[in-house]
């Protein structure tokens, strides 16, 4: 009995040290930030790798929730004869919700689990420490190079979703099932703020990819430098990532659409 | 030397396609290209009720979109709803004696404010007041309305033989 208290003491701390760990690590990637800056050919080297490479599966997908959408947003609206505001129903919901969060999902599993593990075996082959060695700072050649592409590509990738995702609605509205063309672009114009949808949908990826980019730099960083540990590191990225982007979701939500 | 230039294209690439896409989700799925009014001016009216309609509420002329309702007050002097209508300066000759109707689209659809224009010689500018104005229609109102008329049919065909 005793045994288990001091586990589930043990197990706490053990959060709390990695929570504590995680921020300082965050801090001094932050802080590295103008190393990056100074040498733009790591950034982009790393956003062909984080961004350019997770285009196709983003675009893909978007344009298959948008058709998605579409299908069973007309068979609910057609019962009301309302089958107009498809175009208000694909794109609300993707511009304020799917887009952003399915995004940060897609994104955390394609572009996070190979950051984490990269530096994971970066450190465990001992790269890390040789680097340190040359006294080169891993986390400004390695780390913030990385952690910086994650936060620019996210809601580059969110946007591109959001937009194919949209236009996948409107060939399934309007070339398969005949909704109105001018009526699904002119409804949705007049329900779908620029201010109220759109940049909030803008910020809600800007903040799942610094969450994202971040667990995934971390967990590489923090991983235990052995084959199995960097696979640990990897599965936790994309779970922790996962849980992060929803619950994040859902207070962001709160606070942007909550008061109406 | 090769290998950076191609990457450097495709991160370009990339980066203008997501701008591109942001600016299509600006322009063309939301209302920034239908609410870029460049001159307004202001006028107000009195409702009774106003049912349903909210600020940003579409402001029509015979079905045009002239403007739209930019504030809504409550007067505590006459116990009314003062709403402030923003018009587009294109549209600055209608009369003064304009009238002004809540209504709504469709069965369940948003309320908006129906401009109807009067004859009078003189405009309306900015800072006027709508003197005409009909409320908002409130279902529970007209049903009872229709109610109590039936009720009092009802008890006067009773009588009557």
Known sequence: ?260 | MKQTKTTELLVGMFVAAGIAALFVLAMKVSNLSTFTQTDTYTVTAHFENIGGLKVRSPVTVGGVRVGRVAAIDYDTQRYEAVVSLELDKKYDNFPDDTSASIYTAGLLGEQYIGLEPGGSPDVLVDGAEIELTQSALIMEKLVSKFLFSKAAEGGQSADSP
């Open chain 1, 1 to 260: 009995m005793l045994e288990w208290i001091r586990q589930l003491g043990r197990g706490g701390f053990g959060f709390f040290e990695k929570l504590g760990r995680g921020n300082l690590f965050l801090l001094k990637t932050l802080v590295g930030m103008p190393a990056v800056l100074a040498r733009p050919r790591l950034l982009s080297a790393q956003l062909l790798s984080v961004g350019v490479l997770s285009f196709l599966i983003i675009a893909v997908s978007g344009l298959f929730v948008g058709m998605v959408l579409a299908l069973q947003g007309y068979n609910t609206l057609v019962d009301f004869g309302a089958e107009e505001s498809l175009g208000v129903v694909v794109s609300l919901s993707i511009v304020r919700e799917l887009g952003p969060v399915v995004t940060a999902l897609l994104f955390a599993g394609r572009a996070g689990s190979a950051l984490t593990a990269e530096i994971g075996l970066m450190k465990a082959t001992e790269q890390l420490s040789g680097m340190e060695m040359m006294a080169v700072d891993p986390i400004h050649r390695v780390i913030a190079p990385r952690f910086l592409a994650g936060f620019l590509a996210m809601p580059l990738l969110a946007a591109i979703f959001s937009a194919v995702g949209i236009y996948g609605g409107f060939f399934v509205g309007v070339g398969l099932l005949g909704v109105d063309d001018g009526a699904f672009w002119s409804q949705m114009q007049d329900k779908v703020d620029v201010y109220e949808d759109v940049l909030n949908g803008v910020i809600k990826s800007l903040v799942f990819g610094f969450v994202v980019a971040w667990i995934a730099v971390f967990e590489g960083y923090d991983a235990t430098p052995t084959s199995e540990g960097v696979s640990r590191a990897t599965t936790r990225t994309v779970v922790h990532s996962a849980l992060a982007v929803l619950g994040l979701d859902f207070v962001l939500t709160a606070l942007m659409f909550g008061d109406t």
